[in-house]
């Protein structure tokens, strides 16, 4: 596979170091529903971060901030050392790409002219296609393993092939982060672990910075290397699953009694629950 080539914008020098995507002190709320106060969560550079959590708890409004999706009513989202609000669209667009909960392809339109649209950030008013563009299209079907699928339509795909589509458009942005909100949802288990592989080859070959919001806690486990945890909008926990998925907390984040051993085959922390019997 070709790894993709790097995003030339550079972190800014004023940035912390380890520290691309930040967040302090943040508000979180739709309308008048407050989701979560002073919240604070800082996402290590090159790791696979996986915000974990129970369901309406929260992870996907932070995903939602951390890629200016929703504006906070107080507090600050950082990228790259400014506040995300004080670039515009575009280059927010060039530095971090998303893949959304819900996306939706125009009827018609092929696998390759649906990866094409991630270069719309780079695109200028007067500026042609380029070859650069075109090397941006292929790396990222490549990295995907999509190539021999970019003249099929993308609503005549299966889930599966559909969501790598959908990585690899964001992967053509040629961004150093990678935000993925819920990225195996509705997929059936082998989808889901190919997927995953996916973001983990993404992240260690490629060099990627990923976020993503998953709901299988032992998914999180063997996959990230970096968890938040969170609950009714506060963050509980954050670091290796080693050193923070304990029974304790699985029980108090996810009221969940449960015992945690080793992945025979990972060597993480893997979730047992307890029945009512145990």
């Known amino acids: 596979m070709t790894t993709l080539h790097k995003n030339p914008a550079a972190a800014d020098p004023t940035a912390p170091a380890g520290q691309r995507l ?16 002073n919240l604070t969560v800082r996402i290590p550079d090159g790791s696979f971060t996986v915000i974990i959590g129970p369901n309406a708890c929260g992870k996907s409004t932070l995903l939602r901030a951390l890629s200016r999706l929703l504006k906070p009513t107080a507090g600050l989202v950082h990228l790259d050392g400014r506040a995300i609000s004080s670039y515009p669209a575009k280059e927010v667009a060039r530095r971090m790409g998303l893949l959304p909960q819900t996306s939706l392809a125009p009827d018609g339109i092929t696998v390759a002219d649906l990866v094409a649209r991630g270069r719309h950030p ?3 008013l007067l500026r042609q296609w380029s070859d650069a563009d075109e090397q941006a299209v292929l790396d990222a079907m490549d ?14 795909l299966s889930g599966g092939q559909r969501q790598r ?15 993925l909100d819920e990225p195996t949802t509705f997929l059936d288990i082998a989808h889901q672990i190919e997927l995953l592989e996916l973001c983990r080859d993404l992240n260690r070959r490629d060099g990627h910075t990923l976020v993503a919001v998953l709901h299988d806690l032992n998914h999180a486990c063997r996959y990230a290397d970096h968890i938040i945890a969170m609950r009714d909008g506060e963050v509980i926990a954050t670091g290796p699953p080693a050193d923070i998925v304990t029974a304790e907390l699985v029980e108090d984040v996810f009221g969940l009694p449960c015992r945690i051993i080793e992945d025979p085959v990972s060597l993480t922390p893997l979730v047992i629950p307890l029945g009512r019997g145990n």
Do not use: C, F
């Open 165 to 179: 589509v959908w990585v690899a458009m964001v992967l053509a942005q040629q961004t150093p982060l990678l935000l």
């Open 22 to 37: 930040r967040a302090e002190g943040l508000t979180l709320a739709y309308d008048a529903r407050t989701i979560s106060e």
């Open 122 to 124: 780079h695109q200028k």
């Open 143 to 156: 990295s995907t393993g999509v190539t021999d699928l970019s003249a099929r339509l993308v609503d005549e």
